[in-house]
């Protein structure tokens, strides 16, 4: 069984960073592609960023440069630094965990609002 529990969700003001983080329970998260999405209301779930287990790093284009993916294999951790944040990325953000051997797992998300 595998657990995702995402912490760092709040409310900023537009221009202001967030640290999202991500802990993950269960022995798959180093050989798991990990990932973060997001699901603003009345849209569908988009991927945000990603990194594999090799530390090879994916991003959307609309947060490219301003958010940071990064994993602790040693503490089955992964993070998602968000700077200059936008009110359009208003949204639930969920942390996601992907093995070619286990299948696919969500954690239950953390509010992130931008407004001022």
């Known amino acids: 069984q595998v657990q995702l529990v995402e912490s760092g969700g709040g409310l900023v003001q537009p221009g202001g960073s967030l640290r999202l983080s991500c802990a993950a329970s269960?022995?798959?998260?180093?050989?798991?592609?990990m990932g973060w999405y997001r699901q603003a209301p009345g849209k569908q779930r988009e991927l945000v960023a990603d990194?594999?287990?090799?530390?090879?790093?994916n991003y959307a284009d609309s947060v490219k440069g301003r958010f940071t993916i990064s994993r602790d294999n040693a503490r089955n951790m992964v993070y998602l630094q968000m700077n200059n944040l936008k009110p359009e990325e208003t949204a639930v953000y969920y942390c996601?965990?992907?093995?070619?051997?286990?299948?696919?797992?969500w954690g239950q998300g953390t509010q992130v609002t931008v407004s001022s």
């Open positions: 990194t594999t287990s090799g530390g090879s790093t």
């Open positions: 996601n965990a992907v093995s070619a051997r286990y299948g696919e797992f």
């Open positions: 269960g022995d798959i998260f180093t050989r798991s592609t």
